[in-house]
């Protein structure tokens, strides 16, 4: 099964019984299989390892920027989105180690139970995602006031319209995100199992040689058995005679949730930067009087750091967001051989980067935020003993956290139970 994070796509990754050596590749050729085939076998590793480095590092972002010497509009921003990136790390670890590393039996791994989670994972993920974008558009457009206008600044952008703001994005996405509900269902589906390792069975399909004996299908019938497997769907529905609701759907995922909020960050980035090249001819021009307005260009050095660092997580939001929603439009208009033969073998990888992007920003905070570096260096006595103090708590999470995966493997598991009686 295939089930990508960022591009909500989530479907058999082969039809168990069916070969496809005779799938054609119409836009995307037998290279790009290959690799995507490569990559494939390491993601799984790559993407829980992102996922710890990234849990963590936004769990810090919070504890950081929720401090009271660093409370702001543009910090109460990035709280938001290191929150719903924190999310979206913890949604992505059970997942990609049910799907791409712990090397489960068919059965096991297309069980209802386990599916229903990847479908509400295709769902959550995506929602949390388009919080983050929401976010960070905010983000440029405080940004660009706090610059452009900053006399108008403290007067647009206080604490209160800003936790407005967020909890709006909070509302309003899961909201915007409910055609994409819709179009994804769980499908029941009879496969022949092997015995041995509840795996697909290896049978051909061979054409008879007459018209009464058309199909002869050649397996160990001993050794095999029907089970009903559960998988992902995309479903369609015709709203009108000429529209439809996958084509809206893939109108609000790709130009509406990707393509429109990064030509937004564009042009605002860009206006930060024609800002910031601004505001250095301004501070040449000023360095003649410098013992009179020395005050004035230590804030606007401020300024211009603090909105360099912003531009580097605009700048790193635009490399992995633009590409996804280019994908998307040219779904819409290249069909679906486009969509099978190459936005679905983009899942991983476009996956990989979007985490990526998710789990970066504590390290651009450390570079390029002096504030941020102080008061993180100030709250290490802080996390010490916060963490002295929460170690009798931790041990029990740890022991009920081992009690409920035993549970979990009993109730999801058939070939644990079976072994676990034996």
């Known amino acids: 099964m295939e089930c990508n994070l960022f591009n909500n796509t989530c479907t058999p990754s082969y039809d168990m ?78 997942f990609t180690l049910h799907l791409n590393i712990m090397n489960k039996s068919k059965r096991d791994k297309f069980n209802y139970n386990w599916t229903m989670f990847v479908l509400f994972h295709s769902n959550f993920s995506q929602v949390c995602h388009t919080i983050s974008i929401y976010l960070t558009v905010v983000l440029a457009i405080w940004r660009y006031i706090a610059v452009v206008y900053p006399q108008h600044n403290r007067q647009w952008c206080t604490m209160k319209t800003t936790t407005v703001t967020i909890l709006v994005g909070y509302i309003v996405c899961p909201l915007l995100c409910l055609p994409i509900y819709v179009t994804s269902k769980l499908k029941s589906r009879i496969v022949l199992l092997n015995q041995l390792d509840n795996n697909a069975v290896n049978y051909s399909v061979h054409p008879g040689g007459n018209q009464s004996d058309h199909n002869v299908t050649l397996y160990d019938e ?84 603090t909105t360099k660092m912003l531009l580097a997580v605009l700048l790193l939001f635009l490399i992995t967001e633009f590409p996804q929603g280019i994908l ?34 504590f390290i651009l905070y450390c570079i390029m ?18 963490y002295i103090k929460l170690g009798a708590l931790m041990d029990i999470l740890a022991l009920i956290n081992s009690a409920i995966n035993f549970i979990l493997y009993c109730i999801m598991s058939r070939q644990f139970r079976v072994t676990f009686q034996a």
């Not at 099978?340 to 899942?347: A, V």
């Not at 935020?369 to 916060?386: L, N, P």
């Open 17 to 94: 019984n069916v070969s496809r050596e005779n799938e054609t590749y119409q836009y995307c050729g037998e290279h790009f299989q290959s690799f995507q085939m490569s990559y494939d076998h390491y993601h799984g590793y790559i993407s829980l390892f992102v996922c710890i480095f990234g849990i963590v590092a936004n769990t810090l972002n919070i504890i950081v920027l929720t401090r009271k010497e660093m409370r702001s509009p543009t910090n109460s921003i990035l709280t938001g989105l290191a929150i719903a990136d924190l999310l979206v790390m913890l949604d992505y670890i059970p």
């Open 222 to 305: 001993t050794n095999s058995y029907n089970a009903t497997l559960y998988f992902i769907d995309l479903v369609d529905y015709n709203l009108t005679n000429e529209i439809k609701l996958s084509v809206i759907n893939f109108w609000i995922y790709s130009v509406v949730i990707k393509i429109i909020p990064c030509i937004a960050l564009t042009v605002l980035s860009l206006r930060l930067i024609f800002a910031l090249i601004e505001t250095k001819k301004r501070r040449e021009k000023l360095l003649t009087n410098k013992s009179k307005l020395n005050k004035t260009l230590e804030k606007e050095k401020r300024t211009d750091r």
């Open 328 to 361: 998307g439009l040219l779904t819409i208009m290249l069909g679906k051989g486009f969509f099978t033969s190459c936005y679905i073998k983009l899942g991983a990888l476009m996956d990989i980067l979007a985490l990526i992007n998710s789990a970066i920003n």
């Open 369 to 386: 935020s002096r504030q941020f570096r102080v008061t993180f260096q100030a709250g290490k006595g802080f996390f010490t003993s916060c």
